[in-house]
């Protein structure tokens, strides 16, 4: 469910009417996101270039195994990229607050 709330939270799509449990196998699978985009928005954007830069390597991974059709693999990057992203995003205003108190 955690998963599905990040996806959707990353997509804009959030709304809490539509939050289900976890879909069986009969039912399709969401798309695996590669990130691409939002990683080299963050590492461009909030200039935190150790996880940003980290991130843009696993999604541009991600892609790459997307394209050649090895799901779990494009799902095991898309992870880390979405993880460093985050990371990058919440760690951002601690530096800020640290530089300004300095």
Known sequence: MTELYVHNLMNGLYDDTEVSEVKTSDEKKL???DYFL??????CLCFYMPTGL???????????????????EAERY????????????LTLPVLLITAKVT
């Open 38 to 43: 939002t990683s080299v928005l963050v590492a």
């Open 78 to 89: 898309s992870r880390k990229s979405l993880v460093l992203i985050l990371t990058t995003l």
């Open 31 to 33: 798309p695996i996101q």
């Open 54 to 72: 980290l991130a843009v390597k696993y999604a541009t991974k991600a892609r790459s195994s997307l394209r050649e059709g090895l799901e779990e």
